[in-house]
Nanobody
């Protein structure tokens, strides 16, 4: 069993920045495809950014050039640096990881971008 806990969400003005953190209860070197998803009201959950099995960062087109995913294996934490935030980025952001064929999700953290 893996527990993922997100933090760092909040309210920010358009053009601002936030850093989200996802702390895992297990070694993230043993968790595949760790990444970030988001779900806006009335919309489906969508991929924001994740690491491929080979360790390459993968981004949704809507966030390329603005968001950066990173990881600290020593802290078992994955980060999402979000710059140039737009009102359209408003959503609940979830951390996800795959361990032993099971997808684990965090509880989510709210990001609200005001115009």
């Amino acid at each position: 069993q893996v527990r993922l806990v997100e933090s760092g969400g909040g309210l920010v003005q358009a053009g601002g920045s936030l850093v989200l953190s996802c702390a895992a209860s297990a070694s993230i070197s043993r968790i595949d495809n760790m990444g970030w998803y988001r779900q806006a009201p009335g919309k489906q959950r969508e991929l924001v950014a994740d690491f491929t099995t080979g360790g390459t960062a993968n981004y949704a087109d809507s966030v390329k050039g603005r968001f950066t995913i990173s990881r600290d294996n020593g802290k078992n934490t994955v980060y999402l640096q979000m710059n140039s935030l737009k009102p359209g980025d408003t959503a609940v952001y979830y951390c996800k990881g795959l361990h032993r064929l099971i997808n684990y999700w965090g509880q989510g953290t709210q990001v609200t971008v005001s115009s």
